[in-house]
């Protein structure tokens, strides 16, 4: 993890954003990291000999947007939350019908957390009272994430292509 090994790449698509067909351009990149997981033997020149190599990917940071495209959750409608999926909070405009979560985040706080109370400053009228939404398990997110656009998408999921993995 120091700096002589780090790869660092920007990928900015505006204006003329690839969506869905991304996966064209990272199908390559994700072919040769499921190579370098397993490793491949490589020639060190300063030792003169061979050595299994291995890498992996760290981390990715991206804004929502980028995030959807690359993972194939969309990051629009009722279910944009990838952490609370179908036990979101959402709601509709009246006059924009667009989806809205505003003040849902106070769920997240410890319930003796005096913003959960506060009736003015927030939600007018409304004290939060429910929980945060389940911690789904590593293999329960596995298994929502084969789906595509069939029955349920924007009900239970909102995946919109199968995983390039």
Known sequence: MSKPYMFLSCLIPEPSNPKASIDVYLEPLIDDLKKLWIGILTYDVSRKQNFMMR???????????AYGMLSGWG??????????MEHNKSFTLNYGRKSCWFDSHHRFLPYDHHFRRNIKAFQKGQVEIDGPPPRLT?????R????TRIDGYGEWHNWTKRSIF
Request: proline share 7%; with cysteine; glycine share 6%.
């Open 75 to 84: 990051t629009h409608g009722r279910l944009a939350c990838p952490h609370c």
């Open 55 to 65: 890498a992996c990917l760290m981390c990715t940071i991206n804004d929502f947007l």
């Open 144 to 147: 929502k994430s084969g789906v």
């Open 138 to 142: 590593p293999l329960q997110i596995w």
